[in-house]
């Protein structure tokens, strides 16, 4: 395995405490994103950043928070505001080019269980 | 506002048969499209693209811009096949992917 690097691969959390997901990239990729996969209902994007220091809300940030203070890192912070944290959260990379983002490559993923 | 729709969540066909899996979207611009495929205990990946009139694996997907759809086919499916395959749409110079909700592909003995 290389590329991306997600840990923990499992996390469990009691409702009200914050949990950072760490998503680490050696493929000098620009643009990193976060997803949450859910059964039947696919992959959403929660943030991506284009560049360091800057990031985006997707379609569904709420109760989450990112920081890309380096290009390599993209950690995500699912907070105690976020109702239903329980899912499978994936984070990828992509090259930019002229045309937007490149193809996608994805880490193995965190599993987060609220208990 | 872009969408992809992927009416199947389920699908199974014998070994040997052929197969469709559905993706339709919804987008007025000149879209780009992507089949990403997650194997059992594997990372998702990309399957193919659109653009590179590619065949991978023997599976071949043709964009119908008439019908906005972006199926993706294979005439002689193989049980390892099975797997998780989500359609994606990357719309006009978007820095990100709209992804399906997924199509679970059974391949039967």
């Known amino acids: 395995d290389g590329g991306i690097t997600q840990s923990p691969k499992y996390l469990f959390r009691k409702e009200g405490q914050n949990v950072t997901l760490s998503c680490e990239q050696n493929l000098n990729h620009d643009a990193m994103y976060w997803y949450r996969q859910d059964p039947g209902q696919g992959l959403r994007l929660i943030y991506y950043s284009q560049i360091v220091n800057d990031f985006q809300k997707g379609d569904i940030a709420e109760g989450y928070s990112v920081s890309r203070e380096k290009k390599e890192s993209f950690p995500l912070t699912v907070t105690s505001a976020q109702k239903n944290p329980t899912a499978f959260y994936l984070c990828?990379?992509?090259?930019?080019?002229?045309?937007?983002?490149?193809?996608?490559?994805f880490g193995a993923g965190s599993r987060l269980t609220v208990l | 506002a872009q969408r992809v729709t992927q009416p199947e969540k389920l699908l199974s066909v014998f070994k040997g048969a052929p197969v469709e899996l559905k993706c339709n979207y919804s987008y007025s611009g000149s879209p780009e499209l992507f089949w990403y495929v997650q194997y059992s205990r594997q990372r998702l990946q990309l399957l193919l693209r659109h653009i590179s009139r590619e065949s991978i694996k023997g599976f071949t997907a043709d964009l119908n811009k008439g019908e906005t759809s972006f199926h993706l086919k294979k005439p002689f499916a193989q049980e390892e096949d099975s797997a998780m395959y989500y359609c994606a749409l990357k719309s006009g110079s978007a820095r990100q992917l709209t992804f399906g909700s997924g199509t679970q592909l059974t391949v039967l003995p």
């Open positions: 990828a990379s992509s090259l930019i080019t002229g045309s937007g983002a490149n193809v996608l490559t």
